[in-house]
């Protein structure tokens, strides 16, 4: 069975601030695809970043980065700079077979 | 782009009512996806379908069936609605090779009372 995690239930900042959301998850798989979705309050889940197992390297996106470690299953998401418009849930997720997904981390950006 | 349409924003039934919740999609794509949304839960995968007239169960089917007649349409039943199935309601769609994971809908949220 595979499971993903995401410890932070709701984090708040101020615009401008850095944030980092975590995710770490479980397989068996070898061969894998994690993602990270943003769900804004019209509720429809908007695709931000896919990434397969075999490839570690970290990614940038402009205000966007993604660090993910194999060593410690985890693939964590950071935003610079936040901005009001990043409010939003986040969801972290993993595609073995099926897509499986966390929690879900309530980000709230203040003015 | 792939549109995902979810017919209903909002849901009120009553309890015990039969509850149908449509999904369309405009890509031909073969795999359709029913997810609930619950706070502190996530997203969990209720069933999904890799063809037409074939069906999956997913994590938590009990008290839900689907329907896909065809290629476009994904419904998902309420046989006899309860409380506990109060939730937002996603649909997904996916073709084989996508690299963007799952197009999704923009949810129903239902309510029973």
Redesign the interface.
Known sequence: AQK?T?AQ?EISVVEKEDVTLDCVYETRDTTY?L?W?KQPP????V?LI?RNSFDEQNEISGRYSWNFQKSTSSFNFTITASQVVDSAVY?C?L?GG???????TILTVHP | DVKVTQSSRYLVKRTGEKVFLECVQDMDHENMFWYRQDPGLGLRLIYFSYDVKMKEKGDIPEGYSVSREKKERFSLILESASTNQTSMYLCASKDPGQLYGYTFGSGTRLTVV
């Open positions: 993903v995401q239930t695809y993602f979705y019209s509720g429809e889940l695709f896919r969801f997720a595609r099926k897509l499986t997904f966390g929690q879900g």
